[in-house]
């Protein structure tokens, strides 16, 4: 059974840190890029989802989006199947819904034929979220 379990969301001040976690079982890891999405809450269209993060694994690419740039790191334990999004100097405008989720990334995929599209692929799998409010 495919999975993507994220954890680590909560209620934390302007200025703070949280550390997102995105636990993957069910397929292989090695050949999916795993992106962070968020929502804003009240906004339930998957259209509204914002990919604010990116990594492939394979190769460490990784991409930011550049509201979070410089203040948001995403980084994989290959080993374990996880991805982290460390969130550092948080502000209230990142109080959302986060989301991890999985795009098939090996040969043959869209990844592998146009490897820098900013994380806009097409993604397979996705966790259920955790929230994250800032509060200012």
């Known amino acids: 059974e495919v999975q993507l379990v994220e954890s680590g969301g909560g209620l934390v001040q302007a200025g703070g840190s949280l550390r997102l976690s995105c636990a993957a079982s069910?397929?292989?890891?090695?050949?999916?890029?795993i992106a962070w999405f968020r929502q804003v809450p009240g906004k339930e269209r998957e259209k509204e989802r914002e990919?604010?993060?990116?990594?492939?694994?394979?190769?460490?690419?990784?991409h930011y989006t550049n509201s979070v740039k410089g203040r948001f790191t995403i980084s994989s334990d290959n080993a374990k199947k996880l991805v982290y999004l460390q969130m550092d100097n948080l502000k209230p405008e990142d109080t959302a819904v986060y989301y991890c989720a999985a795009s098939y990334s090996g040969y043959g995929s869209l990844w592998y034929h146009e490897p820098r599209r900013n994380c806009r692929y097409n993604y397979d799998y996705w966790g259920q979220g955790t929230r994250v409010t800032v509060s200012s």
């Open positions: 990919v604010i993060s990116c990594i492939k694994s394979s190769d460490g690419y990784t």
């Open positions: 069910g397929f292989s890891f090695s050949d999916h890029a």
